[in-house]
């Protein structure tokens, strides 16, 4: 009796640190708006590259810069590459700013969509987190420049905003209040 006893509290022990580790995981990877920025900062520096289309529009490469220097001090050279530089996405985290479209690791993370602009609408952009293998891809993008500037100001303006979920929907203009939306 005795026996059977204990053998309940192990197996009972190894469930419970079983459920344990597996939510520990989980929060590890912070796959979830609610911790940024600290998915991509480690002790007050950024621990990323951030992604901007070669061929995007210059409001995405402010976008990136905004970005970058809200995260810490002054970033270092190297930290912003374009999509033509980076032969593997998945070696570290990363933050892509620009649809499909105009980046290519944006066009990568989403599957290749068949048609570049066909999860985006005008006035409106993402912020979407992606487990990137062992690493975590944010993609800030919007249907034209304007709407990805609307997203990366959120991010740059981060405290400002109850942020969560793995997806968020940005909505307005740039010279306007910002609507965000949860995307479930």
């Given at each position: 009796?005795?026996?059977?006893?204990?053998?309940?509290?192990?197996?009972f022990?190894?469930?419970?640190a079983?459920?344990i580790?597996?939510a520990?995981?989980?929060a590890?990877?912070?796959?979830?708006?609610?911790?940024?920025?600290?998915q991509?900062v480690?002790?007050?520096l950024l621990?990323?590259?951030?992604?901007?289309g070669?061929?995007?529009?210059?409001?995405?490469m402010?976008?990136?810069?905004?970005?970058?220097?809200?995260?810490?001090?002054?970033?270092?050279?190297?930290?912003?590459?374009?999509?033509?530089?980076?032969?593997?996405?998945?070696?570290?985290?990363i933050?892509?700013v620009?649809?499909?479209?105009?980046?290519?690791?944006a066009?990568?993370?989403?599957?290749?969509?068949?048609?570049?602009?066909?999860d985006?609408?005008?006035?409106?952009?993402?912020?979407?987190?992606f487990?990137?293998?062992?690493?975590?891809?944010?993609l800030?993008?919007?249907?034209?420049v304007?709407?990805t500037?609307?997203?990366c100001?959120?991010?740059?303006?981060?405290?400002d905003?109850?942020?969560?979920?793995?997806?968020?929907?940005?909505?307005?203009?740039?010279?306007?209040d910002?609507?965000?939306?949860?995307v479930?």
């Amino acid at each position: 009796m005795v026996i059977r006893k204990g053998i309940k509290n192990i197996i009972f022990f190894c469930i419970a640190a079983l459920v344990i580790l597996t939510a520990s995981a989980l929060a590890i990877k912070n796959l979830d708006l609610e911790y940024y920025p600290k998915q991509f900062v480690s002790e007050g520096l950024l621990n990323s590259i951030i992604i901007v289309g070669e061929n995007a529009k210059t409001g995405d490469m402010i976008g990136a810069i905004d970005i970058a220097t809200s995260l810490g001090p002054p970033f270092e050279l190297g930290l912003i590459v374009l999509d033509t530089e980076i032969n593997n996405i998945k070696e570290q985290n990363i933050i892509i700013v620009g649809g499909p479209c105009v980046n290519i690791a944006a066009a990568e993370i989403m599957g290749y969509p068949a048609k570049c602009d066909q999860d985006f609408e005008p006035g409106k952009a993402k912020i979407k987190l992606f487990d990137n293998r062992n690493n975590v891809a944010l993609l800030v993008a919007g249907y034209a420049v304007d709407d990805t500037t609307m997203a990366c100001r959120v991010l740059v303006n981060y405290d400002d905003y109850e942020l969560a979920g793995n997806e968020i929907e940005v909505a307005g203009t740039v010279l306007d209040d910002f609507i965000i939306k949860r995307v479930e």
